[in-house]
């Protein structure tokens, strides 16, 4: 056969994959390969067989070929059938015995002495060694030696920065801290036309800087636009309706405690990508913190019905976890537990659905169960700081004081941004009757929190002012309830405090005042009911003589 209809055998081939007609691939390519015996048709013979699902056939046929010792692809594609076998021991042994250090370089490796041969046509690769170290990432990761898998990670991003598959593995499993996120982010070495792409990996990971800092990089990115004039004026060359942008924009409202503005967000986006993984947890977050429970029904009813078997797993994890979230928002606690579990079964790597399961348990005050999914997750997932937070609300519940104290400074290691860490040391050192170390936690919370104070921020600023009512500062103390006022209008606590306050300054009428607004919210409160009528003796004998004793 002449050289020019192989070359036309090799252009079906490549076409039968183009069209994923598998086994015509396979079929030509097996008469390619069998007429020419050429390395390259070899590897696209077995490319075909791996596309086909044939992965121990290609396997065998990469292993006798003698150049999968030289070339580079033959031994990545190799170890690849070995993955999707899961036969884990043997991919990490086909990759060879390379070492790499915590700070994700490698080294004592031999595969400086391999070849790559052809580059599969493409104007622009991934480099090979990236994604050989993020294959042994994953490996290692699935002999649950996450240690291990965290380095190969950043070593493949390291060696590559267009790996994002590394990247989203080392930010959506946890596996960096706040600071080792940045550091990583700051070590890689883009490209002069890759800019954007800094930008945005910045945009992926945990999101606690200011909102000022924070809105800039989408800014920066929502204006990224190509400069190219062929496209033509009417090429929509911009990243500022780019579902992935905008999903990361929606989970930091979340973070900001913004839910319905993250719910809003996510609602458009879903209507335009009612599949995209990340912005569907979002949502099923903010639903959560709305309490919008119709919401969460609907999204559990349709992602069971378009997801019931093992078409993609990381869905599959997702919709049980949508329908635990349903019953943990209408208070059916034992549920919300069975389908939380049943998705950590799914995916033992999805952090929402154990921490949802020991929430479960902490509802109905179940400390020990609580306890254990908490730790579980704290292992599993060395970069979330919440399991370790929860862990010590568990101990603050059970009032030992300083053991919650010693979790929520692991937390403030982990993620040393959250304002929420800071208001739980806060409330630990307030219940230890450690005033001015709960005033100075306290402002430090206000001090990180990075939008404007809403809301969710009121219960800081009430414990706030009852620290500096302990430590008899009242003037500071009547200007925080003011403040928790604006926020809401409608807490029992902040009349409760701010009467007292003023009771405790002798200003009678106006403690009589915020007692009865107190009273007026919840009309059979113990507390203010008894001060009331304290106060109430105290201006009548205030107003006759203060001198006077009352017998």
């Known amino acids: 056969m002449r050289e020019e209809e192989i070359e036309k055998l090799r252009g079906v081939v490549r076409d039968c994959v183009s069209k994923h007609l598998y086994s015509s691939a396979i079929f030509f390519a097996d008469k390619v390969a069998a007429l020419t015996n050429d390395p390259a048709d070899v590897y696209m013979q077995a490319q075909a067989l791996f596309l086909g699902r044939h992965y121990r056939r290609a396997f065998h046929l990469l292993n006798a070929s003698k150049i999968v010792l030289r070339d580079l692809r033959f031994r990545y594609l190799a170890a690849k059938c070995l993955e999707e076998l899961k036969e884990w021991d043997q991919c990490l042994s086909m990759l060879g015995d390379a070492k790499v250090d915590e700070d994700g370089h490698v080294y004592d490796t031999k595969d400086s002495n391999f070849m790559y041969l052809d580059k599969d046509g493409e104007d622009r690769e991934i480099n090979i060694s990236s994604a050989i170290c993020f294959l042994r990432g994953r490996a290692y990761e699935a002999l649950e030696n996450r240690a291990q898998a965290r380095q190969w990670y950043k070593a493949a991003i390291k060696a590559d920065p267009l790996c994002y598959e590394a990247l989203e593995c080392l930010i959506e499993k946890h596996m960096l801290t706040c600071e080792e996120e940045t550091s990583l982010l700051s070590s890689l070495e883009f490209g002069p036309e890759d800019g954007w792409l800094s930008s945005f990996y910045s945009c992926l990971i945990k999101k606690y800087d200011k909102e000022n800092v924070v809105e800039a990089k989408f800014r920066e990115l929502e204006k990224e636009s190509c400069d190219s004039n062929h496209l033509g004026p009417s090429f929509p060359c911009t990243l500022k309706n780019n579902t992935d942008l905008l999903a990361c924009k929606a989970e930091y409202y979340h973070q900001c405690g913004e839910y319905q503005k993250c719910f809003e967000l996510t609602s458009v986006l879903l209507e335009k990508d009612p599949f995209h993984l990340k912005c569907t947890l979002v ?244 507390f203010c009911t008894e001060m009331l009528s304290l106060a109430l003796v105290d201006e009548g004998r205030h107003g006759i003589d203060p001198k006077i004793e009352f017998r």
């Not at 403040?483 to 300054?505: E, F, I, K, M, V």
Request: glycine share 4%; with cysteine.
């Open 283 to 526: 949502h099923l977050a903010a639903a959560m913190e709305l309490g919008h429970s119709n919401e969460l029904y609907l999204m559990a009813c349709n992602l069971v019905k378009d997801y019931p078997q093992k078409d993609f797993e990381p869905f599959r994890a997702l919709s049980w976890f949508a329908v635990g979230c349903y019953y943990y928002c209408i208070k059916k606690y034992a549920q919300s537990r069975r389908f939380f579990n049943k998705a950590t079964s799914l995916d033992g790597t999805f952090p929402p659905a154990l921490i949802g399961y020991g929430n479960a348990f902490a509802a109905q005050e179940e400390g020990d169960q609580a306890m254990l999914a908490y730790r579980t997750a704290a292992r599993l997932f060395p970069g979330c700081h919440l399991p370790t937070l929860y862990i010590g609300m568990e101990y603050m519940r059970t009032h030992s004081f300083k053991l919650a104290e010693q979790f929520f400074m692991q937390a403030k290691t982990i993620c040393p941004s959250d304002p929420l860490v800071y208001n739980e040391l806060g409330v630990v050192a307030y219940q230890m009757k450690e005033y001015n170390k709960a005033v100075w936690w306290f402002e430090k919370t206000l001090a990180h929190i990075p939008s404007s104070l809403s809301e969710m921020w009121e219960p800081t600023v009430v414990n706030l002012a009852h620290a500096y009512r302990k430590l008899k500062m009242y003037h500071e103390a009547i200007s925080c309830y003011e403040r928790a006022l604006t926020l809401s209008n409608r807490s029992l606590s902040t009349y409760a405090g701010l009467a007292y306050t003023y009771h405790l300054q002798d200003n009678f009428s106006a403690a009589i005042t915020y007692y009865h607004k107190a009273l007026w919210l919840k009309p059979d409160d113990q």
